[in-house]
């Protein structure tokens, strides 16, 4: 049978470079090497390749996609294939952006693979270099029995699998349902650690006789001795997450983790409008299905310590492709700038995008203040808006397409906020917010004296104390 044989480099370095490879055969079936291993998830499938192929198919067109990353230009061909002849073809990557250059670093805060996962060793050395992540981040955890592939690797770095451009590091993920599938407490992140926390989880995703304690709070705390970065998942979903928000718990929220939902506007937007800063982060959860990640700003080469420091400062913008940059007078992200009652704010919102973007918004306090829509896309562009201070807060920008990625992902991008104080005003939003969430709290705290699970009323009186503490905290805000 004839071969297709493909070498894939990076067209700028000429470096033989890792990617994701689809070969449709005349027929329309995929085909590839006979080891080859698959992206999972949604979307188009491919076959992870080191950057070198070799396969056997028949003759006739065969049309071939490479992709890497999202910085890159996916590369498309159709090639004939004659007879028994076999066919040769190189393959150069053109970089559309290059981040890293500017100083913005890509990572994946969260990932697991399933009990279904055979190869965990091989699937994770190709996927920080096939998405070409300088931060890529599993994680440890306990539903039921399930024997989850990516439980093998004990918290902390991963040597095997790190050089210069490549952190890979395991982490956990700690939670608690309320119901089976229902989310109760909620489910937290913990990166950077060198000892696992225990309990992995709690309640009935242990057992049904298993207590509904401790909260999670106590692991951030716990996370946070050992230096490590404590990022909220699943959107702030969770009736803990406005609790340890308050009472500053956590550094990062992971939004778009791994999809969007309306959910991550409300509950990450109230807690900046009470005045929390707490950066955006993101992560694509199940394997890799998706593109999703958080860049972090380091001024410089990526180095592991920099890039946390800047997700935890909120120098960040999270992406399955565009890139996104905002300015506040000047100021980027994550700083605060300190303005008088009526003083006017330049606010500037540039992208650029392999897939075009539909709709670019600035948002100030949950309120989009400036938008600007393109009926037939655009890959790059700026939004600029002059605005008053009126209140302290907060400002950002987001943008979304109806394009879709390989992974059949939307396209979407959103910046870390911008912090607006020194007014003296209080917007209208900030007690709207703290009242959305004291009554929450409140909820919280009624279904841990009524339905929650424990050992001792010790126990209980304790969690109940922690989510009083919060609500106490919002109820000042009003």
Not at 132 to 154: C, F, G, H, Q
Not at 239 to 268: C, I, Q, R, T
Request: glycine residues 8%; contains cysteine; proline residues 5%.
């Amino acid at each position: 049978m004839p071969k297709i044989t493909g070498e894939i480099r990076d067209a700028t370095t000429g470096e033989i470079v890792q990617a994701r490879v689809q070969v449709l055969s005349p027929t329309g079936a995929n085909v590839a090497p006979a080891d080859a291993m698959w992206k999972v998830g949604p979307g188009e499938p491919f076959f992870y390749s080191n950057g070198q192929f070799s396969l056997e198919t028949t003759r006739g067109y065969h049309r071939i996609l490479v992709e890497r990353g999202t910085e890159y230009t996916p590369w498309q061909k159709t090639i004939e294939v004659e007879g028994s002849a076999d066919s040769a073809i190189d393959i150069q990557l053109d970089r559309w952006a290059d981040l890293p250059d500017r100083g913005w670093h890509p990572g994946n805060t969260h990932i697991h693979y399933d009990e279904k996962e055979t190869d965990p060793d091989r699937r994770l050395a190709y996927d920080s270099r096939v998405e070409d992540l300088r931060m890529t981040a599993v994680s440890i955890l306990k539903r039921w029995d399930l024997d989850y592939a990516t439980n093998k690797y004990p918290p902390g770095v991963l040597n095997e699998f790190t050089d210069t451009h490549h952190h890979v590091q395991s982490g956990e993920e700690t939670r608690h349902n309320s119901d089976s599938f229902e989310i109760g407490y909620g489910h937290v992140m913990l990166l950077n650690i060198r000892n696992q926390v225990d309990p992995l989880s709690r309640g009935l995703l242990v057992d049904q006789f298993d207590p509904d304690y401790p909260p999670l709070s106590y692991a951030c705390d716990l996370a946070a001795d050992q230096g490590g970065l404590v990022i909220w998942c699943h959107n702030g979903q969770g009736m803990e997450a406005p609790v340890a928000a308050a009472l500053g718990k956590v550094h990062a929220m992971n939004l778009f983790d791994p999809y969007w939902s309306d959910v991550e506007y409300l509950n990450w937007y109230h807690m900046l409008n009470t005045g929390i800063k707490l950066p955006v982060s993101t992560g694509s959860d199940w394997f890799v299905c998706s593109a999703n990640r958080v860049y972090s700003q380091t001024n410089g080469e990526f180095e592991y310590e920099s890039w946390l420091d800047g997700v935890r400062k909120g120098r960040t913008f999270i992406t399955n492709g565009p890139a996104l940059f905002l300015t506040v007078s000047g100021q980027e992200p994550g700083e605060t700038i300190e303005v008088e009652m009526g003083a006017r704010l330049n606010v500037h919102a540039n992208w650029n995008s392999h897939y075009t973007v539909d709709r670019v918004e600035i948002v100030i306090n949950g309120d989009v203040v400036a938008r600007r829509d393109f009926s037939e896309g655009v890959t790059t562009g700026h939004l600029e808006a002059e605005l008053t201070a009126d209140a302290d807060g907060w400002i950002a920008a987001r943008l979304g397409s109806s394009s879709r990625d390989s992974f059949n992902q939307p396209i979407w991008a959103h910046t870390s906020p911008v912090y607006i104080t020194g007014t003296g005003v209080k917007s209208e939003a900030s007690a709207q917010s703290a009242s959305y969430f004291a009554d929450q709290i409140g909820e919280g705290i009624n279904w841990v004296k009524t339905k929650g699970r424990f050992y001792t009323d010790a126990q209980r009186k304790e969690v109940v104390d922690l989510f009083k503490q919060g609500q106490d905290w919002y109820n000042n805000l009003k």
